[in-house]
């Protein structure tokens, strides 16, 4: 006959005591921030292929398939060419327009899809987060992840386009370090907007007009030098400090020559990697804190 044993709760022990002996663990618990970066290493496999099947619903129905990743952000440039290249005539004073156009284009395109795909990270996908257990910042991880395969092609287009009139020099090099930071930086931003998305229902309508403000201070479709122009002192400081004016200012001086910047090189740097951490970092932790009340409600 097996023999079994019955725990005697009058021992005196705390049951918290019990618990740690026995590796037990308060349910709902929100874990350490160290301790959730791992369970996220874990789960790098499930980013992957969730960043993969993304990737296959969204144009595997379509004809021309992954062409679409290129052809939105030419398709973009090419009007903003039309409108403000040739109506509104601000390709003055700029030389390869089409180059420093198609960069702003290009690298702010990469950020705007992954604020709006990230909007909905948490919203969108309710039905997986309570039928599975995994650390809910995979989904927000893993729409960069998608952002960042379709910005690979769009530099890769870009490159042949600032070619064909700029020489290839070792600063095309830089691109890959201006590449890493900005995908840091995007990656904090889909987290801070996932959380956003998923507790404020309308913070999703207020993304289209914030996405186009945040256009038009970044001198995209204009020089830079228009800014200080128009504005000083502090409110021209704020307006050079934009993250994305500052990429995007650092694409064009490593694909470009001649080309005017909104600061010196060191600065934009030094911004730019202040930018990732803050962003990078911030949005992690900020999304973080909110784990347990994803999906819930």
Known sequence: MSQTAVADSDTGT??????????????????????????????????ASYANAKVMSSLGKTRLGM????????????????????????????????????????????????????????????????????PRASLPLAIT?????????????????????????????????????????NAGLAMAAARLGSKVADFKQLVPFIMRIWLYGSA??????????????????????????????LMRHALMEDVQLANSPLVLWLEAIGWTIVVGIGGYVYFWRGEKGYGRG
């Open 14 to 47: 705390p049951l918290r005591e019990l618990a740690r002996r026995h590796g037990l663990s308060a349910a709902g618990k929100l874990p350490g921030l160290a301790a959730y970066t791992r369970q996220l290493w874990s789960y790098r496999h499930f980013i």
């Open 67 to 134: 062409v679409w990743q290129v052809l939105t952000p030419l398709i973009n440039a090419a009007v903003y060419y039309v409108i403000f290249g040739l109506v509104l005539s601000t390709a003055r004073g700029v030389d390869n327009f089409i180059a420093y156009l198609c960069t702003g284009v290009f690298v702010f395109q990469f950020t705007q899809s992954v604020v709006q795909a990230g909007i909905q990270a948490i919203s969108g996908n309710l039905g997986l987060i309570r039928a599975l257990h995994f």
């Open 145 to 185: 992840m998608v952002e960042v395969r379709n910005m690979l092609a769009s530099v890769a287009v870009l490159m042949v386009i600032v070619g064909i009139r700029e020489p290839i020099t070792f600063e095309w090099l830089l691109v890959v370090p201006i590449f890493l930071l900005q995908s840091v930086f």
């Open 220 to 249: 995209v479709l204009y020089p830079v030098s228009k800014f200080a122009d128009k504005l000083d002192g502090w409110k021209l400081a704020v307006v050079e400090a934009n993250p994305l004016l500052v990429f995007i200012d």
